[in-house]
């Protein structure tokens, strides 16, 4: 499985990858452990017919706290965030979940944007822009996130 603390962003979108393709094909868990764990996770969570696992939920408000963390801190985090917003806005009135955080539009855009490679559909010069920008914020938040836990293991070691 991947790992969340090398890269939460990509531990997230690969945790809807798996779920989506459980619910189209549950008969693969039957000879793979992970996807079994998985399949088990999403049939206690009751999201078979859609929402997410509360391991990607978890992950996704540690990664929600992080950007609120950064913003209040960060002048260039808060500029990038506010340039991205109007577009975050649109992807949100298009959507069921109107009110999600800007952080779960930025992983719901990329994990459509997949979703539309996959498919070899067109993606438009403005939609690859707001994907870079997202792209740029989640690397930037999934680096913060591995080095506070490096430093988190560093002092959980130093008490031993």
């Not at 094909?25 to 206690?44: K, T, V």
């Not at 506010?82 to 069921?96: E, G, M, S, V, Y």
């Amino acid at each position: 499985m991947k790992n969340k603390r090398e890269n939460i962003a990509e531990y997230i979108l690969y945790l809807w990858q798996l779920e989506d393709y459980l619910r189209a094909f549950p008969e693969m868990a039957d000879s793979n452990e992970e996807l079994s764990d998985i399949l088990r996770m999403m049939h206690a969570d009751d999201v078979m017919d859609g929402g997410h696992i509360q391991l990607a939920q978890i992950a996704l408000k540690e990664l929600e706290q992080l950007s609120d963390d950064i913003l209040a801190q960060e002048a260039t985090y808060r500029a990038a965030m506010i340039r991205i917003t109007p577009a975050l806005n649109l992807l949100k009135a298009r959507t069921d979940r109107p009110a999600m955080s800007n952080i779960e539009a930025c992983l719901v855009l990329l994990y459509q944007i997949m979703m539309l490679r996959l498919q070899k559909r067109h993606i438009s010069a403005e939609t690859a822009e707001v994907q870079q920008q997202a792209t740029s914020m989640l690397q930037y938040l999934s680096k913060t996130y591995y080095k506070q836990a490096e430093l988190t293991d560093d002092d959980d070691e130093a008490t031993l």
